[in-house]
């Protein structure tokens, strides 16, 4: 099959019902390989995009920088001399909701403060555009449902920023659990933590804008390691709350650690901080074990079972990532991590609060399987 | 110095006035190496003493097996066999107190269950012997003050079976946090278990033998790193209990995670469990890491810090931990598992029990500095 054909079938997966008109414009086997891939547009130019997405799109085979959003306009500038960003496709909070008519976008890239996610994941969808929400995915299993439903309205695709689902190292701790690689698993540890001690008043910090603290951060990468290093969801969480530096973590958790209970018995725990280092999944099986250390960071991960090292050459995760999520909107290959995935981790996230402020008590969690934990 | 001043050396510092006398004579400067070396009795010859206690006090330099206690005469036989130990020096557990005119025996180690450690700690004490407590120390708090009390009462020196105090790995821990190598240890994490597929009539599965079951066990193993590796005892401690195969740990505990506060903030995470295979203490602290895994086996361990490996050559951890108590018998060397250390363990197990049967609510403990935490 040559590349034109292969664009070809490419156009044809991503003419399904759920695909806006307006974006098969990406699909066309033109031969312009600027145009075959998609476009994304960043909402948000704070760390994560500037370093992280902005040089991954640089990279992906499938998608490509189109688009910024961003309330500062001397970063509109730079970003527009840096990327060769056209005007006509930078955007900010205001006029966003024309993006719409801007047929060089096909995906919107949500990089936004945590309480800001469903409120531009919504516009987006209601723009016609793909989504990307990054993690958590909201701050409220609320708001992740009218992401959802408004994905669902608008027939656009919608997915979470957990580049680790399409990342070699969490793939293959994946495999070796759905191919019970080492026999049934019995125990998952996994840590996510690092210590801030930068601007007291960055938005992490601040309830308001992150929604929470180390757990909604960090948090999320530890339940996410419990889940897929399980293969399944967990059916209760107990959790308890620490504080050491009050003065600086005003209004935000500090420490949290949480212990999960899975079907058949398996046993998980978690500590996610923003006042200690630790990045960490560890899974013992009936037959043996695997541990990921670091699990969680922009890599090279390291990993290692009771068999041997695991090893795979690095790239960027992000990258793996966006083209993952431009393969299921042109492909219909998989989505690595629906919003559900993200809806469920934010109940999870609302069951641990909760705990906490019961004491610490087991709260029952009635999570239907699925989200394609452990896909390839 | 050359030996016979050396010799001469230790006969002082053993001549205290807690020594019982009938024991002077194993520091007698008569040149007689047999003689030189403190004599043990190990009282219940089940597989620690078979294969790690017996080999191993045939490498101590201060020790030496002297006698045994054991109720199975084909055992008896077969040990005075294979290590020469003359009938003079066997005893069964009804003619035990005789020992206190056995002047070959200065040392009576127990390793017998859990449950009967008071009843032959307290016996060896009364005969005038120093005693080694296997761990855990006793069942409960009571027994541990009991025991003490006795050995007091006594004039004979106590210590508990945590030979990791007197490994290299463990002692190059303390002493990265007694001399804050990394800075102040922020959050702790430990994890002693191992998956129990055995008779399931053993005695650790039957808690009027043992007092309990993974806890007991291997628990005091976390129990122990969080503490030397945080450098202080804790403040409180929640606890939770799971449980998967309930129809083979019909009497005693299978999995349990707590979570430990210490002064500072600092917090301690644990797991130990008789059905999940974990062996692993990890430090983080303000300018690094330290990690050793295994922590907690029969070696050799492996460890890690932030800057590189630590290494040390492998010995074994019972000759070195039966050489340091006879060391501090004999020299006045510090005693690194002294009797309060266990007994602080226990307050500690009683804690986390106390906490599971209250729902997982966190429990204050008040426990006086010192026990040797960090000493070297």
């Known amino acids: 099959?040559?590349?034109?054909?292969?664009?070809?079938?490419?156009?044809?997966?991503?003419?399904?019902?759920?695909?806006?008109?307006?974006?098969?414009?990406?699909?066309?086997?033109?031969?312009?390989?600027?145009?075959?891939k998609l476009g994304v547009a960043l909402v948000g130019?704070?760390?994560?995009?500037?370093?992280?997405?902005?040089?991954?799109?640089?990279?992906?085979?499938?998608?490509?920088?189109?688009?910024?959003?961003t309330g500062t306009p001397s970063k509109a500038a730079k970003w527009r001399e840096q990327y060769g960003i056209d005007p006509s496709h930078i955007y900010n909070y205001e006029n966003f909701d024309a993006i719409a008519q801007d047929d060089s976008i096909d995906i919107v890239y949500v990089v936004l403060p945590n309480s800001m996610h469903a409120e531009f994941a919504i516009r987006a969808a209601k723009a016609g555009k793909h989504v990307i929400c990054e993690k958590p995915m909201a701050v409220s299993v609320a708001e992740c449902d009218a992401i959802i439903a408004a994905c669902e309205t608008a027939g656009v695709k919608l997915s979470v920023g957990y580049r680790l689902q399409s990342e070699p190292y969490t793939r293959e701790i994946k495999r070796l659990v759905r191919e019970k690689t080492f026999g049934d698993v019995l125990f998952i540890s996994a840590d996510a933590a690092y210590v801030s001690r930068g601007n007291p008043d960055q938005w992490r910090l601040n309830r308001e804008l992150s929604g929470g603290g180390a757990l909604?951060?960090?948090?999320?990468?530890?339940?996410?390691?419990?889940?897929?290093?399980?293969?399944?969801?967990?059916?209760?969480?107990?959790?308890?709350?620490?504080?050491?530096?009050?003065?600086?973590?005003?209004?935000?958790?500090?420490?949290?650690?949480?212990?999960?209970?899975?079907?058949?018995?398996?046993?998980?725990?978690?500590?996610?901080?923003?006042?200690?280092?630790?990045?960490?999944?560890?899974?013992?099986?009936?037959?043996?074990?695997?541990?990921?250390?670091?699990?969680?960071?922009?890599?090279?991960?390291?990993?290692?079972?009771?068999?041997?090292?695991?090893?795979?050459?690095?790239?960027?995760?992000?990258?793996?990532?966006?083209?993952?999520?431009?393969?299921?909107?042109?492909?219909?290959?998989?989505?690595?991590?629906?919003?559900?995935?993200?809806?469920?981790?934010?109940?999870?996230?609302?069951?641990?609060?909760?705990?906490?402020?019961?004491?610490?008590r087991q709260i029952a969690l009635d999570l239907p399987e699925g989200y394609g934990i452990l896909q390839e």
């Open 216 to 360: 909604l951060n960090m948090g999320v990468y530890s339940i996410q390691s419990c889940i897929y290093s399980c293969g399944k969801n967990p059916i209760g969480v107990s959790a308890q709350e620490f504080s050491t530096r009050p003065e600086y973590f005003k209004d935000t958790d500090e420490t949290i650690t949480a212990q999960f209970t899975f079907p058949g018995g398996v046993v998980g725990q978690m500590m996610t901080s923003h006042n200690a280092n630790a990045n960490r999944l560890y899974g013992s099986c009936t037959s043996g074990w695997f541990e990921l250390q670091p699990a969680n960071n922009y890599g090279p991960l390291s990993g290692r079972t009771s068999e041997g090292p695991i090893e795979f050459p690095h790239e960027s995760q992000q990258k793996l990532q966006m083209d993952d999520f431009a393969r299921h909107i042109l492909e219909g290959t998989p989505n690595r991590a629906p919003g559900e995935m993200g809806r469920r981790d934010m109940v999870i996230v609302e069951a641990i609060y909760r705990s906490i402020r019961e004491g610490g």
């Open 45 to 69: 130019l704070g760390s994560y995009s500037t370093y992280q997405l902005a040089p991954a799109l640089e990279q992906t085979q499938w998608c490509r920088l189109a688009g910024i959003v």
């Open 1 to 36: 099959m040559d590349r034109r054909n292969f664009t070809g079938k490419m156009a044809l997966g991503a003419s399904g019902a759920l695909m806006a008109p307006h974006l098969s414009w990406a699909c066309a086997p033109n031969g312009n390989t600027a145009q075959r």
